[in-house]
């Protein structure tokens, strides 16, 4: 139906960035609101950043000034760039997208497989 491949993951010293990337792929018929989010091993998943299909954006606290979500609406691509990482920034980051599609009468939640962030003291 529709997949989400992510891209852009790795390990790096704190004070460091990566940029991740997110391409949905499919039989989609629009996509709204794309997002990053991360789970850390014994946490919760959480949101990271997530932004709208018009451009509207929301941060995590502790990533507002450090963390910078965009998108590219002709390529289903959601990106986010990540500077001035923290070790406590290692986690797992997934991507998320709504998505309609051509099978369902609604929009409906779709998750990437995960990408693995760690950043060393």
């Known amino acids: 139906q529709v997949q989400l491949v992510e891209s852009g993951g790795g390990l790096v010293q704190a004070g460091g960035s990566l940029r991740l990337s997110c391409a949905a792929s499919g039989r989609i018929v629009s996509v709204n609101a794309m997002g990053w989010y991360r789970q850390a091993p014994g946490k919760q998943r959480e949101l990271v950043a997530g932004i709208t299909r018009g451009g509207s954006i929301n941060y995590a606290e502790s990533v507002k000034g450090r963390f910078t979500i965009s998108r590219d609406n002709a390529k289903n691509t959601v990106y986010l760039q990540m500077n001035s990482l923290k070790p406590e920034d290692t986690a797992v980051y997934y991507c998320?997208?709504?998505?309609?599609?051509?099978?369902?009468?609604?929009?409906?939640?779709?998750w990437g497989q995960g990408t693995q962030v760690t950043v060393s003291s």
């Open positions: 998320n997208a709504d998505v309609r599609t051509f099978y369902f009468s609604r929009s409906e939640d779709y």
